[in-house]
Every structure is written in C-alpha cells, then in structure tokens.
T-cell receptor, first 115, second 115 residues
Framework: AQSVSQHNHHVILSEAASLELGCNYSYGGTVNLFWYVQYPGQHLQLLLKYFSGDPLVKGIKGFEAEFIKSKFSFNLRKPSVQWSDTAEYFCAVNARASGTYKYIFGTGTRLKVLA | GAGVSQSPSNKVTEKGKDVELRCDPISGHTALYWYRQSLGQGLEFLIYFQGNSAPDKSGLPSDRFSAERTGGSVSTLTIQRTQQEDSAVYLC?????????????FGPGTRLLVL
C-alpha cells in the first residue's frame, strides 16, 4: 500500500535559519508529489508540486523541493525562513492504483519560526 | 463562489446523533474529495467523487459513514450514530478533473465535536 512519511512532527527555528523537512513515500510506480501548507486560521493550499521534468521544483515564498527517485524522497527546503512561515506542512503523493488516482497525505510537520 | 465552501463551520452533537456535513466545490470541478483531519493523524482520505459517482470509497472508516454528490456539484457527508472518536475536522477539496498532477483546492473544514 502507498504511504507517506514525514519524520519531523515539530520543528522550531529562528528567523533566517535554513529549513529542510523530510518526506519519503512508498510506491514503485509513477508518482506526482505535492507539498501543501496550512497557515494558522487558513485553508490548506498548494506550496509546490512535481509531476515531470526537472526534479528540483520551485514554489511560492521561496520554497523548493527536490524529487530523488532513488531515495523515494521529496524534501522541502528554504534557505532562510521567516516568522510568517510558521504553519503546518503536508507532503502528499498522488499515484494511480486500481484504475484511479489515490491521494495520500503525510501526518504533517508543524513549523514554528521564532522572531 | 471563488473557492470551496463547507457548512457548518462548527458542529457540536451528542453521541448517537446523526450529522450531515456539506461541501460546495469550485464551480466546474468534477472531482471532489473528503478527508478527516485529527490531531497528530494528518489528513485521512475518506472518499473521492468523479462527477456523481464514487470510484473510491476505501477510506470510509465504517458503515456509519456515507456520502453522496448530486448534480455533479454539492456533496454531503453523513455520519450516523456519531461516536466520540468521530470528533475531528472534516475537510473537502475539489479539483478540475481528478487527474494525477492536479492541485486540490481545500475548503475551510467543518470542526465536529461529539460529546
């Protein structure tokens, strides 16, 4: 069965620190990979996604993620975080199984950035 | 409307009562998803609609849960004989066609509390 693992459940950083949130998935076929973010009091929204082409994907607000197929990973990075990046971040995989696409989300990582 | 809307925003009910949660997807979106978000559990997939049919109901946790979609638009998630473990935020999302690389657009959720 497909699964998505986010190993960091809570991360606390100071402003200007670098960020890397881990995401690993288990699925042997073609996958589409996503990072969603939920800011306090707001809806879940797309941060970035990979479905083909350059494995280094750039998203909004200076975030990027790299798809490493050999490691089944899609880690999220930002070189210098801001207080406004405080949010919960979800990695998701969408892959075809039994004739339909199935979206699987990780358990999320709560990021707190200290001013 | 511009986005996905859900109602009610909050629902408090007594154990054993039935509840109905409503989702209005983005106009024209054929794919609609229901998730449950519990503390520390991430997003748990419940059911996926393509038009009015539900090709994937695999995430419904028990036969107390059911969902329907009419007119290819509004969807209702019904929980019968609610239990305290049903307390969670129920999220609805829609996408244009349900394709693998599509972004899902989320509503604000319904926070359900079963006493």
């Amino acid at each position: 069965a497909q699964s998505v693992s986010q190993h960091n459940h809570h991360v606390i950083l100071s402003e200007a620190a670098s960020l890397e949130l881990g995401c690993n998935y288990s699925y042997g076929g073609t996958v589409n990979l996503f990072w969603y973010v939920q800011y306090p009091g707001q809806h879940l929204q797309l941060l970035l996604k990979y479905f083909s082409g350059d494995p280094l994907v750039k998203g909004i607000k200076g975030f990027e993620a790299e798809f490493i197929k050999s490691k089944f990973s899609f880690n999220l990075r930002k070189p210098s975080v801001q207080w406004s990046d405080t949010a919960e971040y979800f990695c998701a995989v969408n892959a075809r199984a039994s004739g339909t696409y199935k979206y699987i989300f990780g358990t999320g990582t709560r990021l707190k950035v200290l001013a | 409307g511009a986005g996905v809307s859900q109602s009610p925003s909050n629902k408090v009910t007594e154990k054993g009562k039935d509840v109905e949660l409503r989702c209005d997807p983005i106009s024209g979106h054929t794919a609609l998803y229901w998730y449950r978000q519990s503390l520390g559990q991430g997003l748990e997939f419940l059911i996926y609609f393509q038009g009015n049919s539900a090709p994937d109901k695999s995430g419904l946790p028990s036969d107390r849960f059911s969902a329907e979609r009419t007119g290819g638009s509004v969807s209702t998630l019904t929980i019968q004989r609610t239990q305290q473990e049903d307390s969670a935020v129920y999220l609805c999302a829609s996408s244009a066609y349900g394709g693998g690389s599509e972004t899902q657009y989320f509503g604000p959720g319904t926070r359900l509390l079963v006493l």
